[in-house]
T-cell receptor, first 114, second 115 residues
Framework: EAEVAQSPRYKITEKSQAVAFWCDPI?????LYWYRQILGQGPELLVQ????????DSQLPKDRFSAERLKGVDSTLKIQPAELGDSAMYLC????????????FGQGTRLTVV | AQSVAQPEDQVNVAEGNPLTVKCTYS??????LFWYVQYPNRGLQFLLK??????LVKGSYGFEAEFNKSQTSFHLKKPSALVSDSALYFC?????????????FGSGTQLTVLP
């Protein structure tokens, strides 16, 4: 069964350092999402791609976060510099379209900033 | 702007009893509605969706949900709860209006099924 792959699963970093997360969506899925989930809360959308284009990054803290999906396949989310408040689960998801199709989630990357 | 509300942070139910997890939504156009489940330290798993047609939709693991347009609700239900259903449940909505069509999640409801 096809899955969304994310790496690493866990990351501990010191504040002010740079950190990057990688996501490989299900093959053929045009829409890719990055969400941030604080423990016990719902996922918050950071950025949404349609193929290689960003269609929504209104909640992305652009002074420190960046995301790219260069060939419209896999994607990287970067934080530089990391802050203590960035500690959270970072979830990647993909869907066939932006319409009536469900999103499939990866296992997530648990980030701890110390 | 679209939004989802899950009014109960926690729902407790005895094993074998019916369960309901509540969800209401707000969108500009028509909604696409989804339910997901999350186990500790894992990603979200898709349970079911409403797109159009029959207001009662059936999904994985015996779950179903009822779409009510007048009450803007999409409550998750199961006739007989299992201890293994204990998990965090999220309702999500996608508006059919707008170009980005974000998938917006509620704050989640922790379901505990007591043996």
């Amino acid at each position: 069964e096809a899955e969304v792959a994310q790496s690493p699963r866990y990351k501990i970093t010191e504040k002010s350092q740079a950190v990057a997360f990688w996501c490989d969506p299900i093959s053929g899925h045009a829409t890719l999402y990055w969400y941030r989930q604080i423990l016990g809360q719902g996922p918050e959308l950071l950025v949404q791609f349609q193929d290689e284009s960003v269609v929504d990054d209104s909640q992305l803290p652009k002074d420190r976060f960046s995301a790219e999906r260069l060939k419209g396949v896999d994607s990287t989310l970067k934080i530089q510099p990391a802050e203590l408040g960035d500690s959270a689960m970072y979830l990647c998801a993909s869907s066939l379209t932006r319409g009536n199709t469900e999103a499939f989630f990866g296992q997530g990357t648990r980030l701890t900033v110390v | 702007a679209q939004s989802v509300a899950q009014p109960e942070d926690q729902v407790n139910v005895a094993e074998g009893n019916p369960l309901t997890v509540k969800c209401t939504y707000s969108v500009s156009g028509n909604p696409y509605l989804f339910w997901y489940v999350q186990y500790p330290n894992r990603g979200l798993q898709f349970l079911l969706k409403y797109i159009t047609g029959d207001n009662l939709v059936k999904g994985s693991y015996g779950f179903e949900a009822e779409f009510n347009k007048s009450q803007t609700s999409f409550h998750l239900k199961k006739p007989s709860a299992l201890v293994s259903d204990s998990a965090l449940y999220f309702c999500a909505v996608r508006d059919t209006k707008g170009s980005a069509r974000q998938l917006t999640f509620g704050s989640g409801t922790q379901l505990t099924v007591l043996p």
